[in-house]
């Protein structure tokens, strides 16, 4: 009987782990898009996905005032405010903080990054007060994996949920990549700014539209994460930015699949630490995993390796 | 002209408005487990409204004012008289000696209060200096500067508590253990292009403050160690009773007990922390390791092709920037008695990054400068101090926008060549 | 004859699945000025990479000063006096002139950090001899009135001549130039073949130079290597180049 208990066990933080894995990737895909197009670490994006959260807290908070009690009706709606406000500040920030330093020493906008994390972090908590904002479970219950007396594992409802819509995202954007016009503009872009430029494309309005699309990536995760823990307040987007971060680079930064794999490959490894050793740790091995691929694999598990220019 | 400039100036203004509207004026409230919203009241508003009517006349007249600035006179262009009197050496040194002697009268002209703000100053004037090395000088982005000063304040505090080890001793310890992690943790890290050190870095020092915060029988978790001992005069203490086999400093000079003594020679022993570390870092400057940073942060493909070897270089200004936050993490243990992980965020080395930024990367007058700012501005107002990480973060764009040199650029040093 | 100072063999570099360069040999005799030419993209740029350690090759052989340095870091090439320019200027910018000349000497000085600190006699006088280096070759570059200003300030002329300076410093056994006419007047590159020549003759250095100005490559040179499409195609004395049928066709045909 010891067996298929640990069994069980084991499929619960597979399930666990690609949950919040498919949300780095989510989250993953802004870093990635801009990395691969304009080679900067955009350090204000897990801020993105914090904004994304209360964003769709608000939205959620407001249609229970006006008495709105249609689930789907709410999470939708959330989805597309979240998005739309989120893609805003992607653009906004973009257009203020990164542009104006383009092509320059690339610790300039680095350092322009990070105050910009600082400075939305503390804009929120100053607006929004630093306590954990909970929120009323929407979404409850889930398939039962394995026997129903005794131990087994459950997939719920709302994990369904994040698989289904990261997948449709997932699917949607790469149809947008490869087959769109824009698409096809920002794979040339990746390649070739300057020759991108060139040929008359307008660089800088691609550059603008990968911030957008990151940013409503990062609100969708946003979206999932907060109903999925319930709870939100001001720091989860320090967290949650640099697991994707470490996501991307695993998977290696530039690439789309790869932040996919990474970010799923990441929130497995995190589960498993949590759930075999002690859920404390689960920080550590993330980061210990970062600094061992870039120590021994800096291109990823997908990524092309940098040729040097002399 | 104008009319050109109407159309971004509206829909800046517009964004503004709506973006700020949405996560500003309306507040998130969290009555039991209902939820609802409340507006955020009519400052607030205010607030946000002269926000997009800023951003609305600024785009608006944006050429207006940038022909304005530039026909400024003054400032940035004028100062080339000051320039070439600033180079000279005796005036040089006249200054240095003028800003430490009102260093060293400083506790005695101000109260407990002040000479207390005075020391936190030369802290983070110590952490500024040192990460400017790194930072500054040798163009590595280190997120996890903190991470050595915990190891620095940690590294005193368990040797005082397991190895009943004095302060003098436990300064060396912490310098070298910090030089130690910096350079264990450099050596591999420091192939890495600039950006990943900067991740990787990050990393590093949120893993130094999980792992205090989790290794409980070793370091009493988040409650933190208490008790650390405070620094001596050659052996004299600093409190009313010298405690076994020790002589107190008031007895031995011979005049009455009065805890600000205790103050005043904290002050003065982090300022000479702070001119042994200006000492140290003006003589690597002109050194050939101190160049050699230099010459790494502007090109490392030329150095490598003149010989230099970049990791080398770079291992060495991690480790002596790691010492020096080894030194000053040593010095806050032991003036605080308490440390626990809570002061080893990655906002401390964020505020440290502002301060080395604000100050002018490579610019040692730039970065105490800067550290006074930083740290007496939110003590001057309480109530800055709610905005004050706001206000460090929107610093940190605007000055990479506008003066990513700093207030204070360096000075070139100036040799003089035998014909 | 002398034993060569470089010695190249067979040297193979491959991009993926690009052969950049395909069994180049070259041999420079101390003393010499030899000049590597050849049409935009034939690999010159690419067998300085893989001679100077930027490059690891994929195949063949590189004999410097008796012993095989293929493969080794470009810094501890350096140190072995092969040294080299870019076809870019790669100043450290912000640096003053003179300290582009010391940060150069590195290797050669007193690198102690206690020596430093406590300025020990031993690091005062190599700090001097340096300085005292920088000095010389400043006169001999024409810029020793520039000394303390920052490299980006001097005009692209005088930040080329720096260069060739910066290289000097560091008392190469071969100096390796990428291109050092590139956006020169036709004066100041008159200058450049002097400064060269004088080089071999004064200082006698061996020089390796890519060049596209034919002037001055047939003038100063002792041998020429002609290389294209990565690989060798010719190789002589410029009168023998000029002769050389498969040259004129493949290069100079065109004039």
């Known amino acids: 009987m010891a067996m298929p208990e640990s069994l069980y066990y084991f499929i619960q933080q597979l399930i666990n782990g690609l949950t919040v894995g498919s949300t780095y990737a989510l989250i993953a895909i802004g870093y990635t898009m801009v990395y691969g197009i304009i080679g900067m670490i955009n350090f204000a994006h897990g801020e993105i996905y914090m904004i994304g959260s209360y964003i769709a807290f608000i939205v959620i908070a407001a249609l229970a005032m006006f008495g709105i009690e249609s689930v789907p009706l709410i999470i939708v709606a959330a989805f597309a405010i979240s998005m739309m406000v989120t893609s805003a500040y992607g653009y906004s920030i973009e257009r203020v903080a990164y542009r104006p330093l383009r092509g320059g020493n690339r610790l300039i906008p680095l350092i322009s990054a990070i105050g910009m994390s600082i400075f939305l972090q503390n804009l929120v908590r100053i607006a929004q007060g630093s306590r954990d904002i909970a929120m009323p479970t929407m979404i409850s219950g889930g398939v039962d994996i394995g026997p129903h007396e005794g131990f087994h594992a459950t997939l719920s409802y709302m994990q369904m949920i994040i698989f289904v819509v990261t997948l449709i995202t997932m699917f949607g954007l790469t149809l947008f990549i490869s087959r769109s016009r824009m698409g096809r503009a920002c794979r040339a872009c990746a390649e070739d700014l300057k020759m991108t430029n060139l040929l008359g494309i307008n660089t800088n309005g691609i550059i603008a539209l990968t911030f957008v699309i990151g940013a409503a990536l990062a609100a969708i995760a946003g979206v999932l994460l907060g109903m999925y823990y319930g709870v939100i307040n001001p720091y989860i987007g320090f967290m949650a930015g640099l697991k994707a971060f470490t996501a991307a680079v695993l998977g290696g930064i530039g690439s789309i699949p790869g932040a996919v794999l990474g970010g799923l490959l990441l929130g497995v490894t995190e589960a498993i630490t949590a759930g075999y050793f002690s859920s404390e740790y689960k920080d550590v091995v993330a980061f210990a995993l970062l600094i061992l691929i870039l120590l021994f694999r800096p291109s990823g598990i997908l990524g092309r390796p940098e040729v040097e220019k002399v | ?419 | 004859m002398s034993r060569p100072l470089l010695d190249v063999s067979g040297l193979t570099m491959r991009f993926g699945g690009l052969l950049a360069v395909d069994g180049v040999h070259l041999s420079v005799e101390p003393g010499q000025i030899v000049s590597m030419i050849g049409p935009n993209g034939a690999g010159k740029t690419t067998v300085f990479n893989c001679l100077t350690g930027f490059y690891k090759p994929s195949g063949g052989k590189i004999l410097f000063d008796g012993r095989e340095i293929q493969g080794m870091p470009g810094f501890k090439v350096a140190r072995r006096g092969m040294i080299r320019t870019f076809q870019h200027v790669r100043l450290f910018k912000e640096m003053t002139v003179v300290e582009n000349l010391l940060v150069a000497q590195h290797q050669h000085m007193n690198t102690n950090l206690l020596a430093g600190l406590f300025k020990t006699p031993g690091y005062r006088r190599s700090e001097q001899e340096a300085l005292e280096r920088a000095a010389y070759w400043l006169d001999r570059v024409d810029l020793h009135a520039f000394a303390n200003r920052p490299a980006n300030t001097l005009a692209y002329g005088q930040q080329r001549r720096l260069e060739i300076a910066r290289c000097m410093v560091t008392q190469p056994k071969l100096l390796m130039l990428d291109e050092p006419a590139a956006g020169l007047n036709p004066r100041e590159t008159d200058d450049l073949k002097e400064l060269i020549s004088e080089l071999r003759d004064q200082h006698q250095i061996t020089v390796l130079l890519i060049e596209h100005d034919m002037k001055l490559v047939m003038s100063i040179s002792d041998r020429i290597v002609v290389i294209n499409q990565g690989r060798p195609l010719a190789a002589g004395t410029p009168d023998e180049i000029k002769q050389n049928p498969d040259v004129i066709k493949a290069y100079l045909g065109e004039t």
């Open chain 2, 1 to 419: 002209m104008m009319r050109a400039n109407l159309k971004p100036a509206i829909i800046s203004a517009v964004v503004v408005a709506v973006l700020a509207g949405l996560l500003l004026g309306i507040r998130l409230d969290q009555q039991g487990t209902t939820l609802s919203l409340v507006g955020a009241g009519p400052d607030v508003y205010w607030k946000i409204g002269a926000a997009a009517a800023f951003l609305f006349f600024f785009n608006l007249f944006r050429d207006q004012l940038s022909a304005l600035w530039k026909g400024l006179p003054g400032l940035p262009k004028a100062p080339q008289k000051l320039v070439e009197v600033s180079h000279k050496p005796a005036l040089r040194r006249l200054f240095w000696c003028f800003m430490i002697a009102a260093a060293i009268i400083w506790p005695f002209l101000s109260n407990r209060g002040g000479t207390d703000l005075g020391t936190l100053v030369l802290i983070y004037v110590m952490l500024g200096l040192g990460l400017n090395i790194v930072v500054g000088l040798a163009g590595l982005l280190d997120l996890g500067y903190v991470g050595f000063y915990a190891v620095g304040a940690y590294g005193y505090a368990l040797m005082a508590m397991y190895f009943d080890v004095g302060f003098w001793t436990g300064l060396l310890i912490a310098g070298l253990l910090a030089a130690l992690f910096g350079f264990l943790l450099g050596f591999p890290v420091l192939r890495l292009r600039g950006d990943y050190l900067a991740i990787v870095t990050l990393g590093f020092g949120e893993i130094i403050r999980i792992l205090l915060n989790n290794m409980t029988w070793l370091t009493n978790g988040p409650n933190g160690i208490g008790g650390i001992p405070k620094p001596t005069l050659f052996g004299l203490e600093f409190s009313r009773r010298a405690s076994e086999g020790m002589q107190s400093f008031h007895e031995f000079v011979g005049i009455s007990y009065s805890s600000e003594h205790r103050i005043i020679f904290l002050y003065l022993l982090a300022l000479l922390l702070v001119l042994i570390t200006l000492f140290v870092i003006n003589r690597l400057l002109r050194m050939p390791i101190g160049r050699a940073w230099e010459a790494l942060r502007e090109d490392e493909i030329a150095c490598r092709a003149l010989g230099i070897n970049p990791t080398a270089v770079k291992l060495s200004a991690f480790t002596i920037g790691a010492t020096f936050a080894g030194f000053a993490g040593c010095f806050f243990a032991a003036r605080q008695g308490f440390i626990s992980p809570e002061s080893f965020t990655f906002i401390e080395s964020a505020i440290i990054l502002a301060i080395v930024v604000l100050g002018g990367m490579g610019s040692q007058v730039g970065v105490i400068l800067a550290a006074i700012i930083m740290t007496i501005l939110p003590e001057m107002a309480r109530e800055f101090d709610e905005y004050r990480m706001l206000l460090f973060g929107l610093m940190m764009v605007l000055m990479m926008i506008w003066r990513p040199q700093g207030l204070l650029p360096m000075s070139r040093p100036h040799l003089e060549l035998r014909t």
